[in-house]
């Protein structure tokens, strides 16, 4: 089929598409790489991504073909742009100075859970209830807080490769985790060359 419709012009051949693929991959690597610099405070998100490869005649023996893949992408962090930003520091604190203000909110921090949660539930109400649309007039675009500006900002997110892995699975989930190892001492090695050993594990958490 894919050679019937690249003689009509409609698709790449497969020999054309490979090049080209691993061309966009490595201009990923690259771009990553740049961002890095610019940002070395980076989270993992991941899920399955499932397929089913339809045969166009279903047997008993042989039916359709599922495949599990396993997608990820970069995020860089929005309200922290640097190490400096973030302590990797714990804070010393001793326990017999430990007083029950320390856990119990204070009135502002009660008022302004009040204010964010009249909020959220206006937005739920104005969306399942057609006589209170007039609200999302009135309504702010993005709850107040001391991280607002960072947080309106767009988010700049990066693919990582494509795994044929299942998470349901527990040996492809360690296969997972030793591909994020691999990837990640790459990039951040191509960002900032060869880190000591002793400073590797506390600056980049």
């Known amino acids: 089929m894919m050679t019937r419709l690249n003689k009509l012009g409609v698709c790449m051949s497969t020999s054309r598409k490979v090049p080209i693929l691993d061309e966009c991959r490595e201009q990923t690597n690259r771009n990553i790489v740049q961002a890095l610099q610019h940002n070395p405070l980076v989270k993992i998100t991941g899920d399955n991504l499932n397929m089913t490869v339809k045969r166009s005649q279903e047997t008993s023996t042989q039916g359709h073909e599922k495949l599990d893949c396993f997608t990820s992408n970069m995020i860089f962090s929005r309200v922290a742009t640097h190490t400096r930003d973030i302590s990797n520091n714990p ?5 017999k100075n430990i007083t029950p203000d320390k856990f119990v909110p204070s009135k502002e921090e009660k008022e302004t859970a009040i204010d964010t949660y009249a909020i959220i539930i206006a ?10 649309k007039w609200m999302k007039a009135v309504l702010p675009k ?16 990066m693919p990582l490769r494509l795994m044929f892995k299942n998470e349901s699975k527990y040996e492809d ?3 997972i985790m030793d591909v994020y190892v691999e990837d990640l001492t790459r990039l951040f090695t191509a960002a900032f060359g060869e880190l000591p050993t002793s400073s590797a594990n ?4």
């Open 173 to 175: 989930c360690i296969s």
């Open 123 to 132: 937005r739920i109400w104005h969306k399942r209830f057609p006589e209170l």
């Open 202 to 205: 506390t600056s980049y958490n």
């Open 91 to 95: 804070p010393m604190i001793n326990e």
């Open 142 to 157: 993005h709850i107040p807080h001391r991280h607002t500006e960072e947080m309106c900002q767009k988010s700049t997110v």
